[in-house]
C-alpha cells in the first residue's frame, strides 16, 4: 500500500530515508559551472517555470555507485528527459574526466565542492536524484544508484504525471 499511495503522490523512497523537501521549492543555491564542461552552471532560479519536468543529480568522480547508475541518466538523457548534475566534493578536473569517459547527460553542471548546496538539499551522500516539476517544486527524491527498474517502477510514472 505504501508503494502504491507514493506513486500517487510523488513520495514514495524505496530507501526509507525521507525528505523534508518533498512538495517543497528547490532551495536556493547559485553553483559555478564545471569549467572545461561547455555546460552552464546551475541555479534555483533554473529550476523554476519550467516547460517539462527536470531531474538533478548529484554526482562525484570518486563514487562507485554514481558510475553503476550513469548508464541510466545517458538513457534518460537520450529519450529527451532533461537532466541537470551537481557535482558533489570533487576535484573539477575529476568531475570532467567523469563524463569525458563515461558521456555527458547532464544539460547545465554547478559545482558544489563545499558541498554547501548539498546539505541546503538534504543529501545524505552521492549519488542522489530529485524530480523537479514544472513550478520548480522537488516531487520525488532517490538516494542511490537509479537502476532500470527504478526507472519503470517509480521515475517514468512521475515523469507522465507531472508532464
Known sequence: ?????????????PKGVPSALIGK??????????E????????????R????????NFYASWCVPCLIEHPQLMKLARE??????????DKPADA???IRKH????????????GRAAIDWGLYGVPETYLIDKQGIIRWRYAGPITEDTVVAELRPLLQRFA
Open 80 to 89: 529527451g528527459v532533461p537532466v541537470m548534475g551537481v557535482a558533489y566534493k
Open 103 to 114: 558521456g555527458n547527460p547532464y544539460q547545465r553542471i554547478g559545482v558544489d565542492a563545499p
Open 36 to 47: 572545461g564542461a561547455d555546460r552552464p552552471g546551475l541555479a534555483s532560479a533554473d529550476l
Open 49 to 56: 517555470s519550467l516547460p517539462r519536468p527536470v531531474l538533478v
Open 1 to 13: 500500500y505504501a508503494m502504491l499511495r507514493g506513486l500517487s503522490t510523488g513520495e514514495y523512497n
Open 25 to 34: 521549492p528547490v532551495p536556493e543555491f547559485d553553483l559555478p559551472p564545471l
Open 96 to 98: 570532467l574526466g567523469f
